[in-house]
C-alpha cells in the first residue's frame, strides 16, 4: 500500500471548467457534475472534482469527494455523484493569474495536495505539491 506521501504524487482529482449557471444549477444543487469526458486510466482513481468557473469569476472555487463515477450517453462521457455537497476551497478561490484560459478548457488532473495549496490555476499542474 502506498504511503499517503507517494499517494498524494498521483493525481485524484479532475478539475472541470463550468459556466455559472450550470456551477450553481448542477454542480452546487445536484450534487453531481455530468457530461466529463474522462481518461479510462483515471476512472478508478478520482477521489475528487473541483470546478474551475469560467469569466467573469476566471477560478478554481469549489470541490466535492466524488462517490461514485457513472457513463453518461453514448459519446464516452461520464457523470460524477458527489458523496458530499461541494464545499469551497480552502483558499476562497484559486485564482486564473498566469496561466492561459486554454489551460482549463477542458477536464484537467491534480491531486487533491495541490488543491488545497494552490495560489494560482498554473500550481494545480506544476511538479511541486
Known sequence: MPSQRE????????IVPAEIESFEKVFLGEDCRYSIRISGGM??????????????????THYAPV?????????GKYKLIFSLKAREVPQGKIPLGDAH??????PKYTTFAKLITAKQVADLFGRSA
Open 101 to 106: 484560459p486554454v489551460t482549463v478548457m477542458g
Open 67 to 75: 462517490d461514485r463515477i457513472e457513463p453518461y450517453g453514448e459519446d
Open 43 to 60: 476512472l478508478d482513481k478520482i477521489k475528487y472534482i473541483a470546478v474551475y468557473q469560467k469569466a467573469p469569476v476566471s477560478a478554481v
Open 7 to 14: 499517494s498524494s504524487k498521483e493525481p485524484d482529482t479532475v
